[in-house]
């Protein structure tokens, strides 16, 4: 009845928080831009170097823009010919990235490439596409009839056993990088709640009536299962916007259009499980600390200097999941996916984008589990000292000594 | 009944409490005297099971305090302590469903404190816009809204004006009439006075002395008497008596301790054969009397 009934009042007076609704918003909008982002980037940063003018006689721009636009997915315009060399504000004036200049030599044609990118539009980017429009002037037949006596059929195998086709592993990827992102928010969002709350009541003195009231686990679990519960209701809510922004596609092509897109219809059963399991084992490790570390607080003010350094070991967690992403079996993954507070980050990571053995997941998981429990009953144990503590704060020695004994 | 034997607890190296033991049966309203940082708060979060006594028990009717015993208290501690943002009567109810008691018992409960306290105004009110005074009658209602058996109050007097004080009086009184065993203690020495039937004076994390008003008094080495008018026949009467001591003059009274085995009415016939007495009282050390001279350390040792 006490666990129901703090676990209540905890939830609906953070429910009612302007920290929950805050966060909620600025969440939703963190999501929104996370999902929209690569997109977005991607849309602008093709909008200026996809975008290719062509100039030269009518027989060959026509034809040009439509192979260029079919055969290399390059957005085209036809501009005028002219007799001097382009500029880049040209180039900017146009809404293009590079200028192709064709003119037919000997019955070949000829490319001339002005660009702002030449890393990206190089002669084979630009040959392949061509190629067609270079037979058909030697030939004398139709680019539309070179084109598909030139076309034969390629098939890319994945040889990797999670992805059968390197569409599927992009999405997969897009999908790690985005719940990696919740995961960071939602524990780092929620953690600070808890925080936050026990430092309210040490503060305002409501703790004293509390610990006379009820014991401490119970206090304790209460608080943390009504934040898990707020994390999740804040998790539904981001998913439910990131699924809305990517079911309204940009039109964005390649990996943006894995984010923008198709990221949350390409989520795994072995991702989600992957997902919650490792949220409750992180979020667990962290709330207790943070609840204990809460205690110590005699001034609200304190609370940034206290949760701080906290926080270090989440942000450094997430980076290290972000480089897993690149390279799931580095030694580094492999080790870090088993220490705690890393590990919920750096083993979801390995887990969302390749096949990571059942047997080093279940490890992962009894290590984390293990350091649940360590956490909670060092976690409880400054709870305890620290709620009743007041006017100043416990030295280092008070504390180790309150974490490590009975 | 509340026991406390032998109890002792050390913070490091300082010993906050060193072999208290207390005996108190249900029903009595015991006074927990001392100066600041005497062991009160301590004794008091002992009693309540917030700490374990580092020797010696507590025990309640026999029993360890554990839990179940713990929802048959109630608190309120000398640091007032609510949720800013939570509305008075949510409060009220909350701590009174922490201690078991039924939603639908509780809310009937809380609406009655609520009235009782003159707290109707603020019911729907967040705690935070309330004044001190206000938000310790809230705080108060918390503590005693489940009906203890056992109530602990730390300074509960303290930052109300003399209304609310006399408000609150008047529960812990009607509470003690029902049976609660009230455990108080505050620095507001004519109000413990008033309200407790037994009491208490810790130092220095030790029991001076205990007992009640009467056996505290025992220990007085004086007798006090008050005589008017101050005649110089009834000053000089009075002045040859071993060991008296001149007070004050007030008016037309005059002051004096005398010795304790001093026959008060074997004097008074005195007086009266040398002079005309209007007044003759005999004048009974007060608590805080009996407090500063334990606290001295030449008087009273525990009863």
Redesign the interface.
């Known amino acids: 009845?006490?666990f129901g009934?703090?676990y209540n009042?905890e939830l609906l007076?953070r429910l009612?928080?302007r920290a929950f609704v805050i966060g909620l918003i600025f969440g939703g909008l963190g999501v929104a831009l996370v999902t929209r982002l690569p997109s977005l980037i991607e849309s602008m940063q093709l909008g200026a170097i996809r975008s290719i003018a062509v100039a030269g006689p009518p027989s060959l721009v026509v034809p040009a823009k439509q192979l260029l636009h079919e055969n290399g997915g390059f957005s085209v315009r036809i501009v005028p010919l002219s007799s001097v060399a382009p500029s880049q504000e040209t180039l900017r004036r146009w809404h293009v990235g590079s200028l192709l200049l064709l003119s037919e030599k000997k019955q070949h044609l000829n490319v001339s490439i002005y660009t702002t990118d030449p890393e990206n539009v190089t002669l084979s980017t630009i040959r392949g596409p061509l190629l067609p429009l270079d037979v058909s002037l030697r030939t004398h037949r139709p680019p539309t009839a070179v084109r598909r006596d030139l076309y034969f059929p390629i098939t890319v195998h994945s040889v990797t056993a999670r992805f059968v086709n390197a569409a599927q592993s992009a999405a997969a990827h897009a999908v790690a990088y985005l719940l990696l992102f919740l995961l960071y928010m939602l524990i780092v969002f929620n953690s600070q709640l808890v925080l936050t709350s026990v430092a309210?009541?040490k503060t305002?003195?409501?703790?004293?009536?509390?610990?006379?009231?009820?014991?401490l686990p119970t206090l304790l679990a209460a608080k943390i299962l009504a934040s898990t519960t707020l994390a999740a209701l804040q998790m539904a809510t981001w998913i439910v916007i990131g699924g809305l922004l990517s079911s309204s596609g940009t039109g964005a092509t390649g990996p943006a259009l894995a984010v923008g897109s198709t990221s949350f219809s390409a989520v795994t059963l072995e991702t989600l499980v992957g997902f919650l399991v490792f949220f409750a084992l992180g979020f667990s490790q962290m709330s207790v600390i943070f609840a204990g570390a809460g205690s110590l607080v005699n001034r609200t003010e304190d609370l940034g200097a206290v949760s701080g350094p906290l926080f270090i070991p989440v942000i450094v967690a997430f980076m290290l999941a972000i480089m897993t992403l690149a390279n799931p079996e580095a030694p580094f993954a492999v080790v870090c996916s088993f220490v705690p507070v890393l590990s919920p980050f750096v083993m979801f990571a390995r887990i969302a984008v390749s096949s990571v053995p059942l047997g080093q997941v279940l490890g992962a998981c009894a290590i984390d589990l293990a350091c649940v429990i360590l956490f909670a009953i060092a976690g409880g144990r400054l709870y305890r000292l620290g709620m009743?503590l007041?006017g100043r704060a416990p030295s280092w020695p008070q504390i180790v000594r309150a974490a490590f004994t009975r | 009944m509340l026991e406390l034997e032998s109890a002792e607890k050390r913070f490091a190296d300082v010993v906050a409490l060193r072999d208290v033991s207390l005996s108190i049966s249900d029903g009595t309203t015991f006074g927990l005297l001392g100066p600041n940082g005497a062991g009160k708060t301590t004794t008091m979060?002992l009693i309540?099971?917030?700490?374990t006594p580092d020797g010696g028990s507590v025990r309640w009717n026999g029993a360890r305090i554990d839990?179940r015993v713990?929802?048959r208290?109630g608190?309120l501690?000398e640091?007032?302590?609510?949720?800013?943002?939570?509305r008075v009567r949510d409060h009220i109810v909350?701590?009174g469903?922490?201690?078991?008691v039924p939603k639908s018992e509780i809310e009937a409960a809380a609406d009655e404190w609520i009235e009782r306290l003159d707290l109707g105004t603020y019911a729907l009110r967040p705690c935070a816009e309330l004044s001190k005074g206000n938000q310790q009658k809230v705080?108060v209602a918390?503590?005693a809204v489940h009906r203890p058996e056992l109530l602990v109050l730390d300074e509960p007097f303290t930052g109300l004006d003399p209304v609310n004080a006399q408000i609150l009086h008047d529960v812990l009184a009607a509470m003690q009439k029902r049976g609660t065993t009230l455990v108080l203690s505050s620095h507001e020495m004519w109000q413990i006075e008033r309200l407790c039937t037994e009491f208490c004076i810790i130092a220095r994390g030790s029991v001076r002395a205990r007992g009640t008003l009467a056996q505290l008094r025992s220990g007085w080495p004086t007798r006090r008497v008050r005589v008017a008018p101050d005649g110089g026949a009834v000053c000089a009467t009075l002045e040859r008596i071993e060991g008296a001591r001149f007070i004050e003059r007030d008016g037309e009274a005059v002051t004096f301790d005398l010795p304790r085995a001093t026959d008060c009415a074997e004097l008074l016939r005195r007086l009266i054969e040398v002079g005309t007495i209007s007044s003759f009282e005999q004048i009974e050390p007060s608590l805080q009397d009996v407090y500063l001279r334990v606290l001295r350390g030449d008087g009273t040792e525990a009863a």
């Open positions: 009845m006490q009934t703090i009042a007076r009612r928080s309210e009541e305002s003195r409501v703790a004293e009536v509390l610990v006379a009231t009820v014991n009743l007041y | 979060r309540l099971g917030i700490m839990e713990r929802l208290f608190y501690p640091e007032r302590g609510l949720y800013g943002k939570m909350y701590f469903r922490l201690h078991g705080q918390c503590a």
